[in-house]
Nanobody, 115 residues
Framework: QVQLVESGGGLVQPGGSLRLSCAASRSIFRLNYMGWYRQAPGKERELVAGITNEGTTTYAESVKGRFTISRDNAKKTVYLEMNNLKPEDTADYYC?????????WGKGTLVTVSS
């Protein structure tokens, strides 16, 4: 099993930046894939960004060029750097990984982009 705890959310003005962190309860070295997802009110949960153990990254089209995902295996943490935030980025952000064929989710952190 693995527990994931997200942090770093908050209220930010349009154009601002935030860095989200996802801390894992165990080594993430052997966790091939880790991802950030988000869910806005009344919408489906969607993939924001993912990163493999080899550092290969994927991004939703809506965040390309603005968000950057990274992982620090030594700190057992995955980050999501978010720049030039827009009101449509407002959502609960969740971290996810897979271990032994089972998906594990954190409880999320709320990001609100508003003036």
């Amino acid at each position: 099993q693995v527990q994931l705890v997200e942090s770093g959310g908050g209220l930010v003005q349009p154009g601002g930046s935030l860095r989200l962190s996802c801390a894992a309860s165990r080594s993430i070295f052997r966790l091939n894939y880790m991802g950030w997802y988000r869910q806005a009110p009344g919408k489906e949960r969607e993939l924001v960004a993912g990163i493999t153990n080899e550092g290969t990254t994927t991004y939703a089209e809506s965040v390309k060029g603005r968000f950057t995902i990274s992982r620090d295996n030594a700190k057992k943490t995955v980050y999501l750097e978010m720049n030039n935030l827009k009101p449509e980025d407002t959502a609960d952000y969740y971290c996810k990984t897979d271990l032994g064929g089972i998906g594990y989710w954190g409880k999320g952190t709320l990001v609100t982009v508003s003036s």
